[in-house]
């Protein structure tokens, strides 16, 4: 899964009438991040004010309608009870509008419009509120993220917990198979891609492709996503919280937990969220690749322009 030495090291070249996907930012809120909590050597004065992005992917050739995470929900105290404490005394957060006032001023019903709600892992910045989507809508989670909101670690069965039991209805989720389970069969499920060795081409035409992207949090999956035919876009997620680590500057921080002591990392694996960095460098060189994160601010000022809603 961590490897790609057998990957093919180039991506799938365009054909005649490639499909592409259209991409459009919508509204996620902000995040004030203490940079010394996800970069190393920064100080706890330095305070990272960061979008969460959230993505509307139009799939061209059947209008299949795909957003790449929900950011933040505007009403924080709907989250668990230790989310909501988090955001009140570390991670001050600003929602004055939320994915769903980016889906009205495009005139999408999240209710019946929205096909697909896909996303790159079960943190409280990312997840959103997906009751607000109707039966129609599935939700599509990474590789064992789902255990994550079952049994006695996840709330209310665990008071602590940040992972909600009662995210999704459990008949509209989608949870993709590990790639070591399907690993060896004969309709293989993940294949090789560029410098990563567990991908999967969701529309079967090389326009988006969904990348097992390890070591963040259990189930963090990336999109690689054709936007022209010879351009990409990559959705990196939380792959890094800072473009400094993604350029090999910075690296991620480690720090003493303030309840237990031990060294603490944003990454569930740290070795295996650098492993994953590096093949994201790898790409980066691999033609004409873009490549956001989450919480890139820079990017986001910069870009966002480019990817405004349009209205009906």
Known sequence: MAGSSN??????????NQAVVS????????LHLPGNLFVEGASAEEILVCPSMSWLITHRPTNTKIIFDLGL???IQNYTPSVYERLKTVIPVVVKEDTFDSLAKAGIDPATDVDIVMFS????DHIGD???FGPKTKFVIGPGAGNLLRGPKSYPDDPH???DSRLFPPDQVVEL?????TAGASNQFWKPLGPFSAARDYFGDASMFIVDSPGHLTGHIN???RVQPDKWMYLAGDTAHDVRILEGTHNFAVYPDPYTGRPKCAHADKAAAGAHVGRVRKLKHMGDVEVVLAHDAAWFDENKHRFSVAGP
């Open 7 to 16: 990957a093919s090291l180039s991506l799938p070249a365009p054909v005649e």
């Open 23 to 30: 991409l459009s930012l919508l509204s996620g809120g902000y």
């Open 73 to 75: 929900r505007r009403d």
């Open 121 to 124: 892992h079960l943190h409280y």
């Open 130 to 132: 997906p009751s607000r």
């Open 161 to 163: 917990s940040h992972f």
């Open 177 to 181: 198979p590990s790639p070591s389970s």
């Open 223 to 225: 999109l690689l996503l």
